[in-house]
């Protein structure tokens, strides 16, 4: 019932930022927890970014804490990931997700909802 679809990867240079974009339709986004997951050919799934309802709790992966940061507006029913100095290590297909509910972080995989991927790749 609901449809997420990411936008905003691509190739770009060591040291470089992109903005990742997940929209959602057929039902408002206001109220879900958004996500952000990456994975690479041979690994897991990895968690990267959670965000709340209404943008007041966010969490960021360890390793991602200082470079990447996820928000929200709901007017719009998108939620952003913002990936400042890029690394070669974050070349993944980047995956946004929504859950229906008032959480304030969700880590796992344990979302309602799932879009396709978008490909970002990080030259060295």
């Known amino acids: 019932q609901v449809q997420l679809v990411e936008s905003g990867g691509g190739l770009v240079q060591a040291g470089g930022s992109l903005r990742l974009s997940c929209v959602a339709s057929g039902r408002a986004f206001g109220f879900y927890t958004g996500g952000w997951f990456r994975q690479t050919p041979g690994k897991e799934r990895e968690f990267v970014a959670s965000?709340?309802?209404?943008?007041?709790?966010?969490y960021i992966a360890d390793s991602m804490k200082g470079r990447f940061t996820i928000s929200r507006d709901n007017a719009k029913n998108t939620v952003y990931l913002q990936m400042n100095s890029l690394k070669p290590e974050d070349t993944a297909v980047y995956y946004c997700a929504a859950r229906d509910g008032p959480y304030d972080y969700i880590g796992s995989l344990t979302y309602d909802y799932w879009g396709q991927g978008t490909q970002v790749t990080v030259s060295s």
């Open positions: 965000i709340n309802w209404n943008g007041g709790s966010t």
